[in-house]
């Protein structure tokens, strides 16, 4: 396991710099590769948005948390999925294209919705505060998903699963964390030689 700080990360973010996003997460690569990994996996969905600058460079194979979303969410028999995360994430591709190759819909927050759930992410749960109206403001987003037509939502960010899940939610949930942690599990598993 390796990863640059979080402000590294940001420096890059917040200035829309996607390539140094994926300089980064190359570097990270780089190490692992030497250390003997199989195979790569990121559980940050923001930064999914620039493995189209380094996958090619990659030294290992990885393990896309939204294929394994969109993957999940075919098996699970969804249709139309709410997404939630940070304000990069759900402006992004990263999802739409992965459920758009499953044949599933999705459904974004408004804009106003969106701020305040990047602000809810970033300025709250990244520092472990977690409050009841971050809670109520997600119900209302992921209600509002579901009458729209939604049968489950995305969490699509490390930190949601920490304030949100299938007991509170309006909508089934896919803790697109956990999921990218049990196929890399079941990858690795696959992947070990037997015992001797």
């Known amino acids: 396991m390796h990863t ?8 890059c973010i ?3 710099d996607w390539q140094g996003v994926g300089e980064l997460m190359l570097s990270s690569a780089n190490k692992l590769a030497k250390i003997g990994a199989d195979f790569l996996i990121c559980p940050d969905n923001t930064i999914h948005q620039a493995f189209p600058y380094i996958e090619p460079r990659s030294p290992l194979p990885w393990l896309h948390i939204a294929e394994v979303v969109a993957a999940r969410a075919f098996e699970g028999g969804f249709r139309r999925l709410g997404l939630t995360g ?8 990263i999802y739409p294209e992965k459920l758009a190759a499953r044949g599933l819909e999705y459904v974004r927050p408004n804009i106003a919705e969106c701020e305040e759930i990047n602000h809810i992410i970033m300025d709250e749960l990244v520092y472990g505060v977690f409050k ?13 998903m579901k009458n729209e037509g939604c049968d489950g939502v995305v969490l699509g960010c490390t ?14 949930t896919l803790d697109s964390t956990r999921l990218l942690a049990r196929a ?3 990858r690795a598993v696959k992947a070990a030689p ?3």
């Open 194 to 196: 037997a015992p001797a």
């Open 86 to 93: 940070t304000r990069w994430l759900v402006d992004s591709e």
């Open 14 to 16: 917040n200035r829309g």
């Open 4 to 11: 640059h700080s979080l402000a590294e990360y940001m420096k």
């Open 132 to 144: 009841p109206e971050a809670v109520a403001c997600f119900q209302r987003v992921i209600g509002r």
């Open 159 to 172: 930190e949601i699963p920490l304030i949100m899940n299938d007991s509170n939610s309006p909508l089934p």
């Open 184 to 186: 890399a599990l079941h």
